[in-house]
């Protein structure tokens, strides 16, 4: 098994910047060959959303609230993800998750597609 933890969350106020990183660790082995990590996000009430997903080669998808804020990146090397957020903004206030799993098709997006996860990291944005 897979085993995600993730760090960097905390409280900030609007136009700050945080940076989330994800250690994976476990029987990473497998995963060296086409499989995706993403960051996901949930607040109260509301169902869980991706944020950002990369595969091995790279290929990155964005959520449209995202783009041009946020960065997905990850060192192969030490099997960690990072998200960069900058510009952070009230409305991006959530339990931040760490996810992988196969993809052999591609970058993928859907929650659903991700069979790892970690526990959360919260990020609180002030106006």
């Known amino acids: 098994a897979v085993q995600l933890l993730e760090s960097g969350g905390g409280s900030v106020q609007a136009g700050e910047s945080l940076r989330l990183s994800c250690a994976a660790t476990?029987?990473?082995?497998?995963?060296?060959?086409?499989?995706?990590m993403g960051w996901f996000r949930q607040s109260p009430g509301k169902e869980r959303e991706g944020v950002a997903t990369?595969?091995?080669?790279?290929?990155?998808i964005y959520a449209d609230s995202v783009k041009g804020r946020f960065t997905i990146s990850k060192d192969n090397a030490k099997n960690i993800l990072y998200l960069q957020m900058n510009n952070l903004k009230p409305d991006d206030t959530a339990i931040y998750y760490c996810a992988a799993d196969m993809c052999p098709g591609g970058v993928v997006f859907h929650p659903i597609l991700f069979g790892y996860w970690g526990q959360g990291t919260q990020v609180s944005v002030s106006a």
């Open positions: 476990g029987k990473t082995s497998g995963y060296k060959q086409a499989y995706c």
């Open positions: 990369i595969d091995t080669d790279g290929k990155t």
